[in-house]
Structure formats: structure tokens, C-alpha cells
């Protein structure tokens, strides 16, 4: 599913045009990414949690030479799925 099959599913289940569905689509992303961004977690029970990790400066490979690399500190997004989602798939 893309996200072209998400606004159809939302402007069908809500009864709504696909425009409001991809504006309300389009809210909700930038919602979640703006919380992100600032550090915050996003919550949505049933569903699940999204945030956000520090990965430290970690030591690697340079697949095609071999060579050491250091690989930077960095922020990553992760998502932990809720019990009801979760119980959903199995």
C-alpha cells in the first residue's frame, strides 16, 4: 500500500473527497514530523509509538576498500508497534 492507497481508503471510509483525505493525510505527517523533529514522541494508541534514538559515533568498513571508517553520531526515528496492532497481524 502507498500512500495514493491511503488517501482512497480514507476518502472512502470517511465519505470524504480525495483532496480533503490528502489534506488531512498531509496534516497528520507534518504533525508527526514536526513532533519528531522537536524531540517529542508521537503516541497513537492502538497503534503504536513513534521517536526518536541517538546512535553513537561507531567504528566501521568501507565495503569496497576495506578501509576503517568512523561512522557519525546521529538521530534515527524508531517505531514501536502497540499491542493492538500487534495482535492484529498474528
Do not use: C, W, Y
Amino acid at each position: 500500500m502507498n500512500k495514493g492507497d491511503i488517501i482512497n481508503k480514507i476518502a472512502q471510509s470517511a465519505g470524504i473527497t480525495k483532496a480533503q483525505a490528502t489534506a488531512a493525510l498531509g496534516a497528520t505527517l507534518d504533525g508527526i514530523q514536526e513532533s519528531l523533529q522537536s524531540g517529542e514522541s508521537v503516541t497513537l494508541i492502538g497503534f503504536g509509538t513513534f521517536g526518536v534514538n541517538h546512535r553513537a559515533e561507531r567504528n566501521g568498513k568501507n565495503p569496497k576498500t576495506k578501509q576503517p571508517i568512523v561512522i557519525p553520531a546521529r538521530k534515527v526515528v524508531s517505531f514501536k508497534a502497540g499491542k493492538a496492532l500487534s495482535e492484529s497481524v498474528r
